[in-house]
């Protein structure tokens, strides 16, 4: 399953909540429904989930994405994303393995 998602050292970043979604959805048939739990999450995977606004630069005008021409001004806009804190590289490439 292909999510778009942006990681870096010790941070994943989910752009698309439903992505995030889905894939808590997996930790939860895993692990049960405990593991929405804040302090469980961090005890057995190694991290933390927040909600997060990421500013976003929009598209220039003329930009193609998707295959459309972007007609939206230049500038900036909030876009809703889920962050994952984790604590150790080694729980980050654990979960970047079984589960993206």
């Known amino acids: 399953m292909s999510y778009k ?16 979604a889905r894939v808590l959805d997996r ?9 929405r739990m804040r302090h469980i999450m961090r005890r057995e995977l190694g991290f933390t989930a927040r909600d997060h606004r990421g500013l976003v630069r929009n598209l220039k005008v003329g930009d193609v994405m998707d295959g ?11 876009e ?13 490439s654990w979960f970047i393995l079984k589960y993206l």
């Open 27 to 35: 930790l939860e048939q895993d692990f049960g429904t405990a593991i």
């Open 68 to 78: 459309h021409e972007s007609r939206a001004p230049t500038g900036y806009h909030y």
């Open 80 to 92: 809703y994303q889920v962050h994952l804190d984790f604590y150790t590289e080694s729980s980050q």
């Open 5 to 20: 998602v942006t990681t870096k050292k010790n941070l994943i970043i989910f752009h698309n909540p439903e992505d995030w």
